[in-house]
């Protein structure tokens, strides 16, 4: 990576791990959600330069590492974009947009009666879109785009009881066209029913884990922040810190066969990104004060490995929220300047060989 005058290498003081951090002169900013993509190959970044931490409205970067130009690729909002197959795809207030990295040329995909809701998520070939949002009655849309036909279906309209009454993080399988994962949204120490699949041919919903009650009859498996594989047979997610039914950390979920098993519980996990190959994860952490840590998850070496702790205010946008380039060889996270503005931290594994 090339450094400039918004690039700038690092050294982690409490793990000595060298970083990069990727920086909007005198703004902020961001990468995607966790859950999303914001690489353009691997050695190509882009970013939201954030306007306001409030509003959340943006200018998209694209950033080369191995020369530092940038370029202005559309205005957006973040976190609502995906980047897949040298297109950058959003939610823009009630349609879905695209837009070429390499032209700048913005269609609209669809476009709907109400605000659509992300974050955004785009299967594999590109061919299958999530599409949500929530009706003036309080019930929720979870539905699918069909980008070769244009054809929107709405799977599913629902909701729970209140106070937790809400359906988020609508995500269309990575390989799968039948599969919509969706999640029952709340406190978690009060949700026992986060984890749903819906299935688009009969629209049929079903709860995939069941979460098992603890000796006092409080839930003792408190779970969040589900991240799909990329060969869509299962899920990770998190068993959060007051999960009272151990082991916690990261899990993983069998959508086909429903059995979960624990992944890493080494650390007090808070978000799980995968790499392509579905063995690297990299999952930040809930270690409390000012830094949350970001730690490299080997499956086959069964190995737990910090590489960065990551200065943060626990508010969105400044979720580290890690996130693999293409080839799996790069990991970006949010994190927070000296100054206080959010930047983009950048990790080169290959380092990782030579300790």
């Known amino acids: 990576m090339k450094e400039t005058g918004n690039i700038h290498g690092c050294i982690c003081e409490k793990f000595g791990t060298a970083y990069y951090i990727l920086e909007q002169p005198n703004g902020h900013a961001a990468h995607c959600y966790v859950t999303g993509n914001c690489w353009d190959g691997n050695d190509a970044i882009i970013t939201a330069r954030v306007r306001g ?15 530092g130009e940038e370029e202005i690729i559309c205005a957006g909002r973040w976190p609502e974009f995906y980047v897949r197959g040298g297109s950058l795809y959003q939610f823009w207030k009630n349609k879905v947009q695209k837009t070429n990295i390499k032209t700048k040329k913005t269609e609209v995909l669809w476009e709907g009666e109400y605000e659509l809701s992300g974050p955004i998520s785009v299967s594999e070939d590109e061919k299958r879109i999530s599409v949500s949002w929530c009706y003036g009655d309080g019930t929720t849309s979870v539905g699918q785009l069909n980008t070769v036909t244009g054809e929107h279906k709405e799977v599913y309209r629902g909701g729970f009881a209140k106070p937790f009454a809400d359906i988020t993080h609508v995500m269309v399988s990575p390989q799968d066209h039948n599969k919509i994962f969706f999640c029952h949204e709340g406190t978690t ?15 049929y919903v079903e709860n995939i884990l069941r979460q098992r009650l603890n000796e006092d009859g409080n839930n003792g498996e408190c779970v969040g922040h589900e991240m799909w594989s990329p060969d869509g047979k299962g899920m990770y ?13 990261v899990w993983y979920l069998d ?32 270690i409390g004060g000012d830094y949350s840590d970001v730690v ?17 205010n626990w508010t969105h946008p400044c979720h580290p929220h890690p996130v693999f380039n293409e080839n799996g060889s790069k990991i970006c996270f ?14 080169d594994l290959a380092q990782l060989k030579l300790k």
């Open 53 to 67: 931490l409030t509003d959340h409205c943006c200018d998209f970067v694209r950033t080369d590492l191995n020369t």
């Open 189 to 203: 120490q009060y949700i026992t029913n986060r984890l749903w699949m819906a299935d688009v041919d009969t629209g």
């Open 237 to 249: 997610f998190i068993k959060y810190i007051s999960t009272t039914i151990l082991p916690r950390g």
């Open 255 to 286: 959508v086909y066969t429903k059995e979960s098993r624990c992944i890493a519980s080494g650390y007090d996990y808070w978000h799980v990104g995968v790499s392509p190959d579905g063995n690297l994860l990299a999952a930040d952490t809930q």
């Open 296 to 312: 490299l998850i080997d499956q086959k070496k069964g190995s737990e490995t910090p590489l960065v702790s990551a200065r943060t």
């Open 334 to 347: 949010e994190i927070l300047s000296e100054n206080g503005n959010l930047c983009v931290g950048i990790i």
